[in-house]
Each structure stands twice: as structure tokens, then as C-alpha cells.
């Protein structure tokens, strides 16, 4: 074989390698390219599950590839942020030095209401479109406290307030004084209206032993009528401005109804009572309050009137079996002059006796009329009769 025969066959030897060559790569070509897609259909159907994803900042973008959504962390722990497609920032859940906190916000920015927690618990706020707190419900260490406030000011509007021993409410005028106040606790329930000098002017509810009760006071919170319930029964109280003087009124558990005009001291000038025996009493006293007259009723059923000098009676008008008495008395308290309807004779009778209650002198208008003295101690009797 020549030379150039030589060289032919060589060179169709090598293009016979390269095409078979070319097609051992083409069937593995193939081959890869069915495996990737049968791979990446099998990815499209079933993701692999990733156990943890660490990022120290996480954004969510919206179509123009402004955050909508950001979770990142702060100082004090977590913090996910929302956004508006306006782009206000309208809500905000963190975590605080006290516990977790939620904020919103409205589209011009203005916080609107939150979730807070605090030392004694959570607090729950709502506010305006300004900004300011239009309320809030709070715990308390033993309770919770719930606020309204005033349009145009944080000031407290209404409060209640709730704890272990009582729940009260309180209602304010525009200017932050108290104007109305009311409750209960363990010692009953009260209703207490609060004037413009931050004075109560008036109270209904229960006293000390949890029995009813009421209070009118002035402007400056002396207590003008009163009223409530005592062992008797009602009892009404009506003071002077100074507190102290004026009017009761009243029942006694034993007797019954009483009555006393007391003078600016407090102490008692006249008063009406009912006595042991069901009768009445008048009585009109000193400044002091010491008896000066009593008219009531005696004790053989009659009406008696009586004249005080000190502790000391020194008169007594009443009546008898026989008719009626007059007792003058000495400081001693011993009858000096004894006069009225005689018990042993018929007509009138008129005694005089000395500092010892001793009869010295007596006159008597029947049978006939007679005028006697007697000795000091009673034993001599001397007679003087008319012709």
C-alpha cells in the first residue's frame, strides 16, 4: 500500500472514532438531562424539610419591594414589625423588660391601642387620634384599675377600682375634682356626692354597724342634716353651720320617740321625750345643760311642772288625788310652802315649814277655816280660828 493510501485509511479510521465518540456523549447528555428533570420535577412535589433556619434579620417585601413584614431582634428579645401598603408602620409585637407588648398604630402613625405587660400583671390601653390614653384596664397588685379620660386631656374621667377589701368608683368634674363617689367594701355599700371645694355635700349609705344612713352638708362640708339608725330606731340630725347646735330627732328602744333643740355649744336647751311610765317629758335646760323646768307627767297619772335652781328643785306645781299642789322648796331641797287642795279636809291648804322640812304654820279652809303654828319639832300646836 502507498504511502498516500497509507494516510487515507488513518484519517478515515479517526472520523469513524469521532462520530462514535460524539454519539457516546449525546446518549449521555440524554441520559443526564432525563435525570435532572425527573430530579427537579420531584423537588417541585416535595421540598426538603430544613430543621433550622438562623437569620438575624427577616423581610418580607410586597410587589414594589418596599418591607411589609420584619422580624428582627432587639435588646430586650424579639420584635415583628407590619406595615401598610401605605407604608405606616401599624402594628409592632415585642418583647419587653416586663414581658410581651403589642402596639398598634393607625395610618397616620397615631398609637390607637396596646397590650402591655407590667409588674402587676397587663395593662389594655385605647387611645385617640392624637395619641392620648382614652382608657385603660389595669392590674393592680391586689385588684385592677379601669379608667376612662377626658376628650382633649389624659385627665380621669371615671375610675374603677377593684381589690380585696372593696370596689369604689369615682366620677370627675372637667376640671379633675372629684364629683361623685361610690362603693362597697366589708363594712356595706356608700354613695357620697363631692362638691366644687372638694368637700362631700352628701352621703348615702351604711354606718359603723352596717345599718342605713344619709349626710346633707354645706359648701364647706359641715354636716347640716344626718340621718340614720340608732338602737331605738331612726334618728335625724339637723346641725347649725357650725356643726354642733340644731335638732334630733328620734326613737329610744325602751320608750319611744325624743326630740332635742340643742344651743351652738351642742348641748341640749329643750327636749321631748317619753318617760318609764309611757307619759311625756318637757324639759328646758341651762347653757350648760343642767335642768332649768321640766313638765311631764307624775306618777299618779297627772301632769307636774318642775323649777330647777342649779341641781336643785325649788318648785313644783302638779296634781293630786284631792286636786292640785304647789311646792316651794329651799336649797336644801326641803319643802318650805306647801299649798293647793288639802288631803285631810275640804278646801284649801297652806303649809310653812322650816329649813328642816318641819310644818311650823298651817292653814286650812274647812270644815271652818283654821290657821295652827307648831313648835320646832312638831310636838306643840297652837290654834287660831276666826270668830
Known sequence: MTTVETRLEQLEQQLQLIKNQSRR?????????????????????????LDVIQASRLEILDAEGKISCLLSSTPTGGQLDVWAKGGANIARLSSSESGGDLALWNSAGKPVAGIFANSTGGRVEVTRGDGQIAAYLEATKDGSDFVLTRSGSEETSMQFSVNAARSEGIINHANGKQALRFGMSDKGSAFSVVGDAEKEIAYFGSDAKQAGMFRIAGSDGATMIEGGMSDGGGELFVH???GAGGCVFGNTAARGGFSEIRNHDGKPAVSFEVQENQGGRVAVRTATGQFAAIMDQGKEESGTV????????????????????????????KAVVVTGAASDADGGL?????????????????????????????TRKRVLMAP
Not at 308 to 318: D, E, K
Not at 360 to 378: I, K, L, W
Open 240 to 242: 347649725e353651720t357650725n
Open 350 to 378: 297652806l303649809s310653812l315649814r322650816n329649813n328642816s322640812g318641819q310644818q311650823t304654820v298651817r292653814a286650812v279652809a274647812e270644815p271652818s277655816g283654821e290657821v295652827a303654828s307648831y313648835s320646832s319639832d312638831g
Open 306 to 333: 318642775q323649777i330647777y335652781a342649779g341641781a336643785t328643785r325649788v318648785a313644783a306645781l302638779g296634781g293630786g288625788p284631792t286636786g292640785g299642789l304647789l311646792n316651794l322648796f329651799n336649797m336644801k331641797g
Open 25 to 49: 456523549e449525546r446518549r449521555i447528555g440524554l441520559s443526564c438531562a432525563v435525570v435532572l428533570g425527573a430530579a427537579t420535577l420531584v423537588g417541585f412535589t416535595r421540598a426538603p424539610v
